[in-house]
């Protein structure tokens, strides 16, 4: 036998012998770490850490201790070993699959000369990013290997865990359709209020299983959510039920957790499973999830649509001012300590950003300021009002007076005036003077632009805004878009809110009764975008028009307590809900339910405005 046979048997025969006196489980298959990023990064130090707990018992080594640390606030852990020598080792196991396979021997340290103890770094417990939650343990080698017992197995979502008895649900829903198996119907039942699920298994006999399968990306892999609560049908018995498992895991930053239930007959191999389908409290809370399962918690951003992420974080934030609900409150400054920098193009937008969201695109960094405000509003952090400020001030500095009499430029390089981004500046100029104590610039500015708008052409006979002006400084006649019809019902409404006069008033009306009543904007009582008609699709940017028109349609309901425009808004949230709407509360284009049809994150957060200005 060669050498090196030889070290490999023995290696192997020492591996299977401390296996078999309990000192090291041996996995199936030993995965490499790859670096995982959450609200921060693998590696962290300890000394960082907003808590020290400690959820399992400790293991001692040959007179070590073997301590496994946990942070709930950072959702990251650490291992630790003392009473040692020179050489004892620590580190930490993770796994993605609830301990059958692990990344092993992460933030590995040996305790240095004349010391008696070391720690390993902090590594993340879970991956939103990647949708999967983790299990850690503490693992040490002091003339023995042994670990503590693994962390994490059950989520909780407020009071309630995995684990719950059915019987203690506050209701009980079928969302999806039942599924048959040899006789057997095997069907999901649903919690809303709590957002727990579990599964049944009926006309069965002696030895059928049912089970839930939890994945936290929409049903696309579930290697932790397996099997869970799987049980039997006793004997005598015709049926039986799984336990309740939660659908959201806040500690983990995972939200909108899809379940279906699965079964077997006990005769045969294969199971048959439901579709897929997420709970939904409340419509507006359902639609709120949904959108974060797409966040990119490391980067603080919905990747790929710069501006579209400001609106997202909009939409966000008015949902928790309006319901009251915290759950996402990390997320508004996440975003803003993430991109509040310098990114080259392709970074963050097509275009670089120059730090404090600003780039040449005069209307992306409008839509900044207008998120910021929103985040003042909401968490009275003065960071963000100063933020907005700076921003607006970048825009201001595109008035012009020497083309159309007035009004702020598109772009850096003064290509075209148009109602989006004058749309911003008037609600922005008006938001900072109510805002800024002592005032006497901002309101200023907000009434020339005001005067500006009303007499530029922008709003046509019909009371409908078109796109923006020609060269001649008339009205193109280019499509009536629905933000921009929302940016100047609610920048004069705003207004009205500032001075008191009616006239203002009285524009924010005119153009919200020609959007309720124009077929360019509303078909059969729905919002109705011109890409949202016949074969037509809206391209990433139009996907959020509704949303933004909404947000401002709802802030004039809310100051004239119009019922006509109250019916409006509750049209639309019904209308997106009970035909735009799949089974995992994904929310589409077009809010009539028709097709051809869209669903991204930047639909869902669309869509969230209106059920956020009904719920």
């Known amino acids: 036998m060669t050498a090196p046979r030889v070290h490999r048997v023995l290696g192997a025969l020492l591996a299977l012998a401390l296996a078999l006196t309990g000192l090291l489980a041996l996995p199936a298959v030993s995965h490499a770490a790859t670096p995982v990023c959450a609200l921060a990064c693998d590696t962290l130090d300890p000394s960082q850490a907003q808590r020290d707990t400690f ?67 902090m590594y993340n417990i879970s991956d939103p990013v990647g949708h999967r939650r983790g299990w850690v343990r503490a693992c040490g080698d002091a003339n023995a290997v042994t670990c503590t017992d693994w962390v994490y197995p059950k989520v909780c979502d407020g009071s309630v865990c995995d684990g719950a008895d059915p019987a203690t649900a506050a209701g009980d829903e079928r969302p999806v359709p039942s599924t048959t198996l040899y006789g057997r119907t095997i069907s999901l039942h649903m919690d809303q209020k709590n957002g727990t699920a579990w599964g049944v298994v009926e006309n069965g006999g002696q030895g059928d299983e049912i089970w839930l399968d939890r994945s936290w990306d929409g ?72 959108l974060m399962a797409s966040y990119q918690t490391q980067e603080g951003w919905w990747r790929s649509s710069w501006w579209n992420s400001a609106v997202a974080l909009t939409a966000l934030i008015d949902f928790a001012e309006r319901t009251g609900r915290h759950d996402y409150d990390w997320a508004i400054a996440r975003t803003f300590e993430q991109n509040d920098g310098v990114f080259p193009a392709g970074g963050r937008s097509s275009d670089a950003v120059e730090g404090h969201f600003i780039s040449r695109a005069i209307d992306d960094a409008a839509w900044w300021a207008m998120a910021w405000v929103a985040a003042y509003d909401y968490t009275h952090e003065q960071r963000y009002l100063d933020e907005a400020v700076t921003i607006t001030s970048y ?10 009499g007035g009004g702020v430029w598109w772009n850096r390089e003064r290509t075209y005036k148009n109602a989006v981004t004058n749309g911003q500046y008037l609600w922005l100029t008006t938001a900072l003077h109510q805002r800024l104590p002592g005032d006497t610039v901002w309101g200023g500015r907000a009434a020339t632009a005001a005067d500006w708008y ?80 016949g074969t037509a699709s ?33 049209t639309q949230a019904d209308s997106l809900w009970n035909t735009d709407r799949d089974s995992l509360n994904r929310l589409g284009q077009r809010w009539a339910g028709t097709s051809p049809n869209q669903t991204d994150w930047r639909t869902q957060a669309s869509a969230l405005e209106a059920l956020t200005a009904t719920d």
């Not at 825009?395 to 159309?404: A, F, L």
């Not at 391209?539 to 119009?562: M, P, Y």
Request: proline share 3%.
């Open 454 to 533: 009303l007499s530029s052409g922008l709003i046509n006979s019909a009371g409908l805004v078109n796109d923006g002006l020609t060269g001649a400084c008339a009205n193109n006649g280019q499509t009536v878009w629905s933000y921009n019809q929302g940016l100047a019902i609610g920048a004069f409404t705003e207004l009205w809110r500032s001075t008191g006069q009616a006239r203002y008033l009285d524009t924010a009306k005119r153009l919200a009764d020609a959007a309720m009543s124009s077929a360019q904007l509303t078909r059969n009582g729905v919002l109705t975008e011109s890409c949202d008609t």
């Open 55 to 121: 959820p399992v018992a400790d293991r001692n080594i040959n007179g070590r201790i073997l301590r496994l640390h946990v942070s709930d606030p950072d959702n990251m852990a650490w291992a630790s070993i003392d009473n040692g020598t020179t050489g004892d080792a620590v580190w930490l196991d993770r796994s993605w699959d609830r301990g059958a396979t692990w990344e092993p021997l992460l933030g590995k340290a040996a305790v240095p000369s004349t010391w008696t103890g070391t720690r390993t770094l």
């Open 395 to 404: 825009v201001q500095q595109y008035w012009d007076t020497g083309t159309c």
């Open 219 to 290: 049903g696309a892999t579930w290697p932790e959510g397996s099997s869970l609560g799987r049980t039997s049908v006793p004997a005598g018995a015709a049926s039986t039920r799984t336990v309740m498992f939660a659908t959201r895991d806040a500690r983990a930053l995972l939200y909108g957790g899809a379940v279906r239930a699965c079964g077997r007959e006990a005769g045969h191999q294969e199971g048959s499973c439901t579709a897929w389908a997420r709970p939904a409290p409340t419509r507006a809370r359902a639609a709120a999830d949904a």
């Open 538 to 570: 809206c391209d990433d940017n139009q996907k959020q028009f509704k949303g933004i028109f909404v947000r401002h349609f709802a802030d004039l309901a809310d100051a004239t307590g119009s019922a006509a425009c109250a019916a409006y808004l509750t």
